[in-house]
């Protein structure tokens, strides 16, 4: 089966490459302050459920809020170019599988920072001025909100996600790129997974906003390491299919 390469020569520009992970990293830290901002704060424990999470948000000013959502925009856009270097390693051993990841990308691209993130923020701050104007009615509004305008962009996200994740840890896995096998570690889910573990640690305003930053902590681990890892990728071996 043939695919459309879009341009791309068979010979792999590490320059380039490293470009690409140095500008995803820079854009992973600026949506992890982003993520910081939003996060960081305790919930009220008299509180249950969602309304419980909620609450960690009412002591945000709007201007913390617009940061917020203005860092995450920039950050999550400058990922989601630099995936692409990404791709290019994929495609160097897998074209099928580079295609796959890629199609995850565009998905990634198109949800994540403009459905996703900033409509995130939206929904935190029409909780936090319904909270002012009519509490009696502010949970129950604010979960009519979300679910109009923040989840179906959440659910189609997290199908691209999971697409464009399942092709990365598969090609790096099967040897399918220039790099070692165990370098699948370096992986988005893996990151996120390991952040997610913070969540034991209990109600702490630090935890809540490294979790809070758990998809960007998630990137930063990728990228760092692809960069960390590339004097061992030069000297792979590529494997056309």
């Not at 009519?134 to 997290?158: H, M, Q, R």
């Amino acid at each position: 089966m043939k695919y459309n390469d879009i341009g791309i020569d068979n010979s792999l520009d590490w320059n380039r490459i490293r470009k690409l992970f140095i500008i995803g990293l820079i854009g992973g830290i600026m949506t992890f302050v982003g993520d910081w901002l939003m996060g960081y704060g305790v919930y009220d424990e008299s509180l249950s459920g969602l309304e419980k999470k909620l609450s960690r948000y009412l002591i945000l000013s709007d201007g913390t809020m617009f940061w917020s959502a203005f860092l995450g925009l920039i950050g999550i856009s400058l990922e989601g170019l630099c995936y692409f270097g990404i791709y290019r390693i994929i495609a160097s051993g897998s074209m099928k599988h580079a295609h796959v990841f890629r199609s995850g990308v565009f998905g990634y691209m198109l949800f994540a920072a403009c459905g996703v993130h900033v409509p995130c923020l939206s929904t935190v701050f029409f909780y936090n001025h319904m909270m002012l104007a009519s509490p009696e009615n502010a949970y129950d509004l604010t979960i009519k909100f979300g679910g109009y305008f923040l989840l179906p962009a959440l659910i189609l996200f997290l199908i691209f996600f999971f697409v464009m994740s399942a092709a990365q840890i598969s090609a790096f896995a099967k040897g399918l790129t220039p790099y070692p096998k165990w370098c699948w570690i370096f992986s988005m889910p893996v990151g996120m997974g390991a952040t997610m573990l913070l969540k034991f640690a209990g109600n702490h305003a630090v935890v809540n906003g490294l979790t809070a930053a758990w998809i960007s902590i998630g990137n930063i681990w990728m990228f760092g390491g692809l960069l960390l890892t590339m004097k061992k990728a030069k000297g792979g071996h590529k494997h056309e299919i």
